[in-house]
């Protein structure tokens, strides 16, 4: 396995948890072994793509069964930093930040999402059990939880104030679900999610 994910492509990385997706839900059927051929298969990728990602992740495979799927899991958690938990919190707690807090998925990655914030006294409260605080909060809570991840679900016109509430507060890692371009200091991270643009972006032909 690669000594640090500096070395694995960006191409690479982006990939890796749709695979770890994939592999656990093989997992789940009593699988023990599995080769790239068929994992390429099964997700539509190419033979020669898959070979070379998990080449980067883990050691290579047995003779005529593939790679062991636990270890082949554990070494791209590991890589991931899954391994890792880290906290994290949703600024904006409407009907996409409330589908988000009430989601279990994530702790399948390494995440746990704590906690939402808002500034309406009427989203204030809890959802499936995570607590929703006022948004003068959150600086208290980012570093009474050390917080590390944020999701921002709030409207366009807001959401640039929350990004600032957040990297002063000290996250440095920000998914932002608003439709806008977010402005951020060296240092922090943001990923824009655009369900619109994504999926206008399904029409577009796939690459051989």
Do not use: W
């Not at 016109?157 to 990297?167: F, G």
């Not at 998914?175 to 943001?190: C, E, H, M």
């Amino acid at each position: 396995m690669a000594e640090s994910e500096n070395l694995i492509p960006k191409a690479t990385l982006a990939r890796l948890p749709a695979y770890l997706r994939y592999l656990k839900e093989e997992a789940g059927k009593g699988v023990a072994f599995i080769s790239s051929a068929s994992i390429a298969q099964d997700m539509k990728l190419s033979a020669i793509s898959v070979r070379k990602d998990l080449a980067l992740v883990s050691a290579p495979g047995k003779p005529r069964m593939g790679f062991e799927l636990d270890r082949l899991i554990a070494d791209m958690e590991r890589l991931l930093g899954y391994h890792r938990y880290a906290n994290a919190i949703v600024v904006g707690a409407g009907r996409l930040g409330r589908a988000i807090l009430s989601y279990g998925g994530f702790e399948n990655y390494g995440i746990h999402v704590v906690a939402g914030f808002d500034n309406s006294p009427a989203q204030i409260g809890a959802v499936s059990g995570k607590p929703i605080y006022p948004l003068e909060r959150l600086k208290e809570i980012v570093a009474r939880e050390a917080i590390r991840k944020a999701m921002i679900t709030v409207p366009k016109t807001s959401a640039q104030a929350a990004c600032d509430m957040l990297v002063e507060a000290g996250v440095r890692s920000i998914l932002n679900f608003a439709p806008i371009y977010l402005t951020v200091p060296d240092g922090v991270q943001v990923k824009c999610i655009d369900f619109a643009a994504i999926l206008a972006s399904l029409d577009a032909p796939l690459s051989k």
